[in-house]
């Protein structure tokens, strides 16, 4: 079978972390340059808005797919550089998606057990590679930027929660009288989906006005080895299948603020489908380093061709 040359390939390998997608793209992505990363993810997120929505968005991806481009660090202590990407456009970072990246460049032959280093938009992380499916990462520091904020959300009432980042922005809450089951997810969807426009119509930021686009529940684990279990609804409201590595880096930020836990000490977060990654914070220079570990699992390696002749080629909204 021949194919036009003007079809563009694009090689990529899906995981899925604790049951959340990441699709790694290892070749045939955009050329963003060797600037930092976050200048990197500039110029994706204002030319190559159109390759985001062809990889991660339908037909090819879903609403919950993750991506993540894979090139070349500016940190040379870094084996990768990676830059992370969802149905709504950028992430800061994603402890899901960075654990996916590991196993599949590990799959792909590119990474070998041991300790290495990403680069990402919002700073170089640490990570343990087992050289098989097991990851464990030191994200960027996290920190809990305000406790006890309450918002008044349509149809429920005042809600308090706290604001924390985690590599991304969270406003977390135990208080909501809400089972968190996965048969309830239409539900959790839409009282999150509200909080994150509460917050946004009574201004809270983050402390240079970034938007608060992660929302967490929490509430008592059903596994008796996790501490709690967690909903978790991400920028572009699709639900957070695993527990959320940036969330989870913001739920140990307030638990230490709050005395409730100590650094070094393990904390089991429970995903709304089950899945569980571990957490612990470090302090270094004042800063709490969050560590989380979980597994990945590779389900395809494949190459996307991004055809011109096809009306959707790029999704839906391209
Ligand atoms: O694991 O950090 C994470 C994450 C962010 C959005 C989806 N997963």
């Known amino acids: ?143 809990r930027h305000a406790a006890g904020v309450t918002i008044e959300v349509e149809g429920l009432g005042p809600v308090t929660g706290d604001v924390a980042w985690g590599g991304n922005w969270f406003f977390l809450v135990s208080e909501h009288r809400q089972a968190l089951e996965l048969a309830n997810v239409e539900r959790l969807t839409d009282l999150t989906w509200r909080m994150r426009q509460a917050l946004r119509a009574a201004g809270i930021t983050g402390p240079d006005g970034q938007e608060i686009d992660h929302i967490e529940l929490f509430g008592p684990p059903r596994n008796p080895a996790a501490d709690s279990r967690s909903f978790v609804l991400c920028p572009g409201k699709a639900y957070d299948r695993s527990p959320c590595g940036t969330g989870t880096s913001a739920k140990l930020a307030c638990l230490v603020a709050d005395g409730k836990l100590k650094p070094g000490q393990v904390w089991r977060q429970e995903s709304i489908v089950g899945s569980v990654f571990e957490g612990s914070v470090r302090i270094e220079n004042g800063q709490m380093i969050p560590r989380i570990s979980g597994t990945a699992y590779v389900n395809a390696e494949t190459t996307l061709l991004l055809d011109p002749r096809d009306p959707f080629c790029m999704g839906m909204r391209h």
């Open 1 to 143: 079978m021949t194919t036009p040359a003007s079809i563009q390939r694009v090689q990529v390998i899906d995981t899925h972390t604790g049951g959340e997608p990441t699709r790694v793209v290892v070749a045939g992505g955009p050329d963003l340059g060797d600037g930092p990363l976050s200048e990197r993810r500039t110029l994706f997120r204002e030319r190559f808005d159109h390759f985001r929505s062809a990889i991660v968005e339908e037909p090819r991806g879903s609403d919950v797919m993750v991506g993540a481009l894979v090139c070349q660090p500016l940190d040379k202590t870094c084996a990768a550089g990676v830059i992370f990407f969802n149905n709504a456009g950028c992430l800061g970072m994603c402890g899901h998606g960075t654990i996916g990246v590991v196993v599949a460049l590990g799959h792909a032959g590119r990474l070998i057990a041991g300790r290495h280093r990403l680069e990402t938009p919002v700073g170089a992380i640490g990570i343990e590679y087992d050289g098989a499916n097991q990851v464990a990462l030191e994200n960027v520091p996290c920190y």
